[in-house]
């Protein structure tokens, strides 16, 4: 219990009632002197001045007799105050835990003691101030581990089922439309569940603790207990949902399918890091050191920083990291995932303590629109010097094309993430430099495909080869929003150059053929399979493309064979071996061109 107050209640007031009472008995004689000395006046006038020093005495014992009233006014003052303390003294031992709002009612009546006292001057009572002051400093040090039992007790880590069943429906894992698909941003921030890190009954319970304490100078010690369990019990919430900390050698080492798996999974965590777990954690701030701007924002900052440089260090990793095309689409989902909630980065990451992670989030937002945007042109380069050794037989569209027009297709799913992209990098009109980047795209791909058609020894196959894939583009940009882009003009044109190849694979191939069926004297039509031998695995994928060039082809082959037949059929007939010269009738013929263009060769035909 310590050391009694000085001087007990019952003492002082024992005191103060002989002081009383002694005054009482002096103010009476007073008045009695005064009567006298009164009735007398006129007689002893000539003693006036005999009589001045009696009526300046009695002067002094007037004021002296206030005096002692005033003190024993103030006297009783103190009496109250610190009878005040000794009843606040025995909630204070008791402990905040049983019935904190007695024990704050304790601290409050401590405090009135403290400043009562320090504003009087009555040395005698010092020990009795300083005894004051210790059991105020207790009665502190106790609501500190309260606070800290209190908030400990009640900061348990999230699991990451509980975070997932915050999220919208569409973006929870493995659901169809979470792995890149968008969607409308308004459903999705009205799905969001709201997420109570710390129950909120407890949170005003812990905000008057959190004042008191603050109030009494104890700023560093609650900043410290809350910033060490608080950030403690977010890092475990991180490494539960799979958060890492990779560096850029970290990422540079990894295999491609890894890294997409982990750039996708960074991007829902980045998502269930701002709108669940950071602003969950500003609003325990918020509700806890309401009224203390300086630290409400500091405490956050210090519980979120390390878990924010967690985040943002990956995706730094990989902006930096060595740039490829199939990373372009990750970092165009990497950048619209950090565009999307830079502005609740903005807001939710107030103030000073807090303005370099908001800095690093915006320089990461830009870096990313910087390396995507150059990887554009890094994926322009690798279209048109692809130097594979592919060689497709049979003439059809080559998995490049393919892949080159998937890729544009996908660009478009991102049309409004590029304006914004293009808009940050250079400021320019963002719908031309799409135009212009899809344009290029398109040009360096033709430009391989002229290099691979050279490697075909058949010129009529490189042609053939030309026209699929051309036509592959053309057919491609027409049913996409491409068209929208590259415009009327440029499907037009291409349209026109797929006709080119065509006839010139018809010209070179059957043109040949042509020729051999008018030579006269004629010897057999033998000539005229083996040329249709030559193209028996090529192929036409398109059908509209394919039947045009089935028909353009009979259109010339087919009169002449008959033709040719009128003339020279019944000669060969009536020769010796006739079916050595004539294999195939014109219906034959006719049969074999309706099959034509689909990679099968013979003996698959006539099955």
């Known amino acids: ?28 004689i007073t008045d009695n002197m005064v009567s006298i000395l009164g009735s007398f006046d006129h007689r002893l006038s000539s003693l006036e001045t005999a009589m001045r020093p009696t009526q300046i005495r009695t002067h002094s014992i007037r004021r002296a007799h206030e005096n002692i009233d005033k003190t024993l006014n103030a006297t009783e003052l103190v009496v109250a105050q610190f009878d005040l303390a000794r009843k606040a003294e025995a909630k204070i031992l008791r402990g905040p835990h049983e019935d904190l709002e007695s024990y704050l009612e304790a601290i409050d009546q401590l405090k009135t003691v403290i400043f009562f006292s320090s504003n009087k001057s009555f040395k005698s009572n010092d020990d009795a101030l300083n005894r004051v002051n210790n059991l105020l400093s207790k009665a502190i040090s106790k609501l500190e581990d309260e606070f800290k039992q209190i ?20 973006l929870r894992p493995n659901s169809t439309s979470a792995s890149g698909e968008q969607t409308n941003k308004s459903t999705e921030n009205a799905g969001y569940k709201s997420l109570d890190l710390i129950p909120p009954r407890v949170l005003p319970l812990l905000h008057e603790l959190a004042n008191q304490m603050i109030q ?18 977010m890092e475990i919430t991180f490494r539960k949902l799979g958060v890492e900390r990779l560096t850029k050698e970290d990422v540079q080492k990894m295999q491609w399918e890894a890294l997409e798996a982990k750039i996708g999974n960074w991007i829902h965590f980045m998502r269930i890091a701002v709108k669940l777990l950071f602003s969950g954690e500003k609003k325990v701030c918020d509700e806890i050191f309401k009224a203390i701007e300086s630290i409400r924002i500091l405490c956050f900052a210090e519980v979120t920083s390390g878990c924010v440089s967690s985040l943002l260090s990956f995706g730094d990793a990989i902006a930096r990291s060595k740039r490829s095309p199939e990373k372009l689409f990750v970092l165009l989902d990497m950048y619209e995932i950090m565009r999307e909630l830079q502005p609740e980065i903005e807001t939710i990451f107030e103030g000073k303590p807090c303005m370099e992670m908001r800095e690093s989030a915006t320089s ?5 629109a910087q390396t995507t945007h150059e990887t554009f042109g890094d994926f322009e380069d690798a279209v048109e010097k692809d130097a594979t050794k592919t060689t497709v037989m049979d003439g059809t569209v ?18 409004s993430t590029l304006k914004q992209l293009f808009q940050e990098v250079s400021g320019d009109n963002t719908g031309a430099q799409l135009a212009a980047i899809t344009t290029r795209i398109m040009q360096a791909l033709q430009t391989n495909l002229d290099g691979k058609s050279k490697q075909y020894k058949d010129t009529a196959l490189s042609q053939l080869f030309l026209m699929n894939n051309i036509h592959y583009i053309v057919r491609s ?15 037009q044109r291409h349209r026109r150059i797929v006709q080119q190849h065509a006839n010139q694979y018809k010209r070179i191939s059957w043109s040949k053929i042509l ?37 353009a082809i009979a259109e010339v082959l087919l009169p002449a064979y008959r033709n040719f037949f009128k003339c020279y059929g019944p000669m060969i007939e009536s020769g010796k071996n006739p079916q050595k010269y004539i294999r195939f009738s014109a219906e034959d013929l006719d049969r074999m061109l309706n ?9 698959e035909q006539k099955r």
């Not at 348990?156 to 569409?170: A, H, M, Q, S």
Request: aromatic residues 10%; hydrophobic residues 35%; proline residues 5%.
């Open 515 to 551: 020729q051999f069926l008018s030579v006269q004297p004629a010897g057999s039509t033998s000539g005229v399979v083996v040329r249709l031998m030559q193209h028996q695995h090529f192929q036409v994928p398109d059908s509209e493309l394919r039947e045009s060039l089935r028909l």
């Open 151 to 170: 908030l400990m007790s009640n900061s348990k880590p999230v699991e990451p089922d509980c975070l997932f069943d915050c999220l919208p429906n569409t």
């Open 216 to 233: 009494a100078g104890y700023q560093q010690q609650i900043l410290s207990i809350y910033r060490e369990t608080r950030s403690s019990v």
């Open 364 to 368: 990461l937002t830009k870096r990313l």
């Open 595 to 603: 099959e034509f263009f689909e990679g099968k060769n013979w003996g």
């Open 1 to 28: 219990m310590g050391a009694p107050l000085p001087m007990s209640k019952e003492t002082l007031e024992e005191r103060v009632k002989f002081m009383k009472e002694s005054l009482s008995k002096s103010q009476t």
């Open 477 to 491: 940009v027409r049913r996409s929003e491409a068209k929208d882009l590259l415009g009327d003009d440029w499907v």
């Open 398 to 415: 080559h998995p490049l094309t393919s892949y080159v027009i998937n890729y544009v297709k996908f660009l478009f799913d991102y049309r």
